[in-house]
């Protein structure tokens, strides 16, 4: 199985900071990796697929890059609606694995 | 506009079986393309992909859980289901089904979870 690892788990934030969080593959993943935002009781959202494809819809202060192992998500210009849980997806084999999940909460 | 809910026992005695169903509103699933997965969260924790049909038929499970679940497709209902053998504690969790969408590319095709289910939680207990 391909591992995916996310740092930090958790990270506190204001209102208007740049937010990057990382996500490692335990082997190379190409482009197939995909970040979702999940609120509390609430399934998670798709933000970005295919490393950097943002989703329709996904406000553009939303961006991700990387390839092979390493991956970042970056939110330039923390908005309230985005303090929520992170997580990232390989989508280059079965079985498809997330990581543990990035916390951000307010600072 | 695509919708998924989920449904089935909220609460499930150990050692039986769970069976659950998405029902698709909104699209066929068997539009090529797409395939359609359980993925499961227990509370508190990440995410844990379960097992997926896609629209042909073929079924891919995850390893650690592939001897006691059965996944299947009812194409005349336009629903999903999900079976889990001998539950334990450790089952319990908010099941997600969840459509995958897939872009052919050179290579294995790229995908996605692009729409998810509200899902539903599921206890098993005594």
């Known amino acids: 199985d391909i591992q995916m690892t996310q740092s930090p788990s958790s990270l506190s934030a204001s209102v208007g900071d740049r937010v990057t969080i990382t996500c490692r593959a335990s082997q190379g993943i190409n482009i197939y990796l995909n970040w979702y935002q999940q609120n509390p009781g609430k399934a998670p959202k798709l933000l970005i697929n295919s490393a950097s494809t943002l989703q329709g819809g996904v406000p553009s202060r939303f961006s991700g890059r990387g390839s092979g192992t390493d991956f970042t998500l970056t939110i330039s210009g923390l908005q309230p609606e985005d303090f929520a849980i992170y997580y990232c997806?390989?989508?280059?084999?079965?079985?498809?694995?997330f990581g543990q999940g990035t916390k951000v909460d307010m600072k | 506009q695509l919708q998924l809910q989920e449904s089935g026992p909220g609460l499930v005695k150990p050692s039986e079986p769970l069976s659950l169903t998405c029902i698709v509103s909104?699209?066929?699933?068997?539009?090529?393309?797409?395939?359609w997965d359980w993925i499961r969260q227990p509370p508190g924790k990440g995410l844990e992909w379960v097992a997926s049909i896609s629209y042909s038929g073929d079924t891919y499970k995850n390893p650690s859980l592939q001897s006691r679940v059965t996944i299947s497709a009812d194409t005349s209902k336009n629903h999903l289901s999900l079976r889990l053998s001998s539950v334990t504690a450790a089952d319990t969790a908010t099941y997600y089904c969840?459509?995958?969408?897939?872009?052919?590319?050179?290579?294995?095709?790229?995908?996605?979870?692009?729409?998810w289910g509200q899902g539903i939680q599921v206890t098993v207990s005594s």
């Open positions: 969840a459509r995958l969408k897939q872009q052919m590319v050179f290579g294995p095709p790229l995908n996605w979870f692009d729409t």
């Open positions: 909104g699209g066929s699933i068997t539009t090529s393309s797409h395939s």
């Open positions: 997806q390989q989508s280059y084999s079965t079985p498809r694995t």
